[in-house]
């Protein structure tokens, strides 16, 4: 990532992350092609958005229900073949909405919000795919289900909610070399049969890759830097 292209050139932004991804995934011995780009495009307004769209981009995530419901709507009308992510906290009086917008849901931490999908996917007859978030370094300021539950928390929502789930995802501290911890987030996906592995963002998706990740969910080395962190 030596080369950045301008901040608002986000085709060639793009362009380089996806190179970066590729030569990641060959470092790392997997197949080119095989980790999906989530794009995050959380604060960027549709016509910020847009140049990713026309330059092919599909997989886009967003952090906040209400912001993803007043963009996307008008851009799916125009893009076919959008899969929205919904990478943010969720709360379980949004669970109709995020039902209804998202594809995939990696931020599923504890039984209530499990309830309330379980209720929204068979009245909507909508099934997003679920990932539960952990809250790997186990800071008191970020969501997600402690390691030591994970095991627990995934057993309930197979065996008493009836959900399926894809993967996990995890945040790991700011300030930390983040490999033990996408080591721990493999180990503990691998120890409960689950294939998807949700991490990595624009400073260490290549290290992610590395370690298993399947998706990995890039922001700012797309889309520049954000107004405020969110
Ligand atoms: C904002 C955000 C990202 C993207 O972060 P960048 O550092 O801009 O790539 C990834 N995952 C989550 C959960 C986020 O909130």
């Not at 986000?10 to 030569?23: D, F, S």
């Not at 009308?77 to 109709?96: D, M, W």
Request: net charge negative.
């Amino acid at each position: 990532m030596s080369d950045m292209p301008a901040e608002d050139d986000i085709p060639a932004r793009l362009e380089a992350v996806r190179h970066a991804l590729r030569r990641a995934e060959r470092t790392a011995g997997r197949t080119e092609g095989e980790i999906a780009l989530i794009a995050v495009s959380k604060t960027f307004s549709g016509d910020e958005i847009e140049p990713a769209l026309i330059a092919g981009q599909r997989l886009f995530g967003e952090n906040r229900v209400q912001e993803a419901k007043a963009k996307w709507p008008d851009l799916r009308e125009r893009y076919n073949g959008v899969e929205l992510h919904l990478i943010g906290p969720l709360q379980s009086n949004k669970a109709a909405e995020a039902v209804a917008l998202f594809d995939v849901i990696h931020t599923v931490d504890r039984p209530k919000i499990a309830e309330a999908l379980a209720k929204e996917m068979a009245l909507q007859n909508k099934r997003p795919r679920l990932f539960v978030q952990v809250n790997v370094g186990e800071e008191p300021q970020k969501a997600g289900v402690a390691p030591s539950e994970v095991d627990a928390f995934v057993a309930t929502m197979r065996d008493e909610i009836g959900l399926e789930i894809e993967g996990l995802m995890c945040i790991p501290p700011a300030d930390e070399p983040p490999a033990p911890y996408f080591a721990l987030l493999d180990k503990l996906a691998r120890r409960n049969g689950l294939k998807g592995l949700s991490m990595g963002m624009s400073a260490d998706f290549a290290e992610a890759a590395a370690f298993g990740a399947t998706h990995v969910r890039v922001g700012s080395a797309i889309f520049g830097s954000r107004p405020r962190t969110a």
